[in-house]
């Protein structure tokens, strides 16, 4: 098992800068391909990026490319999604997940935190 535990959400102007934490503890972080999703009201969850374990690749969604960036300490098994230039189309709940393959899919990944609002005003 691997718990999750996100941070860091919060209310912010569009243009505006917020950083997400995800602490993991449980089995051994590194083993493990993390991801950002996000999911607003009456909508379906969404991938927002996701980083390989050991190489550090990063995968984005096409609509945060340039303005998200993921990174990890697995010295302290958590990962970031540092936000920039937000939106107020970037409102949702997010959440951070684990998973073996780095995937924009769901349920490519095996555990998910309790998710983290981000409400971005106009």
């Known amino acids: 098992q691997v718990q999750l535990v996100e941070s860091g959400g919060g209310l912010v102007q569009a243009g505006g800068s917020l950083r997400l934490s995800c602490a993991a503890s449980g089995r051994t972080f590194s083993n493990y391909v993390m991801g950002w999703f996000r999911q607003a009201p009456g909508k379906e969850r969404e991938f927002v990026a996701a980083?390989?374990?050991?190489?550090?690749?990063?995968y984005y969604a096409d609509s945060v490319k340039g303005r998200f960036t993921i990174s990890r300490e697995n010295a302290k098994s958590t990962v970031y999604l540092q936000m920039d230039s937000l939106k107020p189309e970037d409102t949702a709940v997010y959440y951070c997940?684990?998973?073996?393959?780095?995937?924009?899919?769901?349920?490519?990944?095996?555990?998910w935190g309790q998710g983290t609002q981000v409400t971005v005003s106009s």
């Open positions: 980083i390989s374990r050991i190489v550090l690749s990063t």
């Open positions: 997940a684990a998973g073996r393959v780095a995937s924009p899919s769901p349920p490519a990944y095996d555990y």
